[in-house]
């Protein structure tokens, strides 16, 4: 069975960074890549990253240029994405979905993460 | 970059009765890389359709989606409690994965 399943809620500062996990079980790992995408609170859908771990290959927005880092353990099928700098503007559920060829189909439960002084 | 336009914002209805939420990108672009998700209250959204009009494992049939170039559309007939909810499209290709605004569909 196909879950992912991501680490805890963050409160983090400003300036801070933050870095969430997301655990894949029931496929091969490096088969298909991850996207995160983020939602603030009350708000719509933001793509944030693709990431393809055959080629380690990854694309995100201008936005997150210098900000935003991807990585993955793929012995234990472990993707990582670390933000940094952050804004209360950050302030979001993170989400990591599983990127197969038609679309995202298995979606992690969320990360909250809390910017506030 | 393709922006994606939705609308309505909202879409104020009654179970049984059909929605039409449209989908317009701001380039033409390629009808495979149009998905459409559903979200629930406090939910990770699900997937309901993918390269345009192909329904998702596990999407019941009164979801359809048509639409091409720039004009995109899904179909909801016979509403059904659990599809008030908030609807979202995605051109997704090309290692990008850019959404629309949402469309809320709520209790008239």
């Known amino acids: 069975q196909v879950q992912l399943v991501q680490s805890g809620g963050e409160v983090k500062k400003p300036g801070a960074s933050v870095k969430i996990s997301c655990k894949t079980f029931g496929y091969t790992f490096t088969t298909y890549g991850i996207n995160w995408v983020r939602q603030a609170p009350g708000q719509g859908l933001e793509w944030m990253a693709w990431?393809?771990?055959?080629?380690?290959?990854?694309n995100y927005p201008p936005k997150f240029h210098g900000r935003l880092t991807l990585t993955a353990d793929t012995s234990s099928g472990i993707a990582y994405m670390e933000l940094r700098g952050l804004e209360s503007a950050d302030t979001a559920v993170y989400y990591c979905?599983?990127?197969?060829?038609?679309?995202?189909?298995?979606w992690g439960q969320g990360t909250l993460v809390t910017v506030s002084s | 970059e393709i922006v994606l336009t939705q609308s309505p914002g909202t879409l104020s209805l009654s179970p049984g009765e059909s929605a039409t939420i449209s989908c317009r990108a701001s380039q033409r672009m390629n009808r495979s890389y149009m998905m459409w998700y559903r979200q629930r209250p406090g939910q990770a959204p699900r997937l309901l359709i993918y390269g345009a009009s192909n329904r998702a494992t596990g999407t019941p049939d009164r979801f359809s989606g048509s639409g091409s170039g720039t004009d995109f559309t899904l179909t909801i007939n016979r509403l059904e409690p659990e599809d008030f909810a908030v609807y979202f499209c995605q051109h997704y290709g090309d290692s990008t994965g850019t959404f629309g605004q949402g469309t809320k569909v709520d209790l008239k």
């Open positions: 990431v393809t771990f055959q080629n380690a290959y990854t």
């Open positions: 979905a599983r990127a197969v060829g038609v679309g995202l189909d298995y």
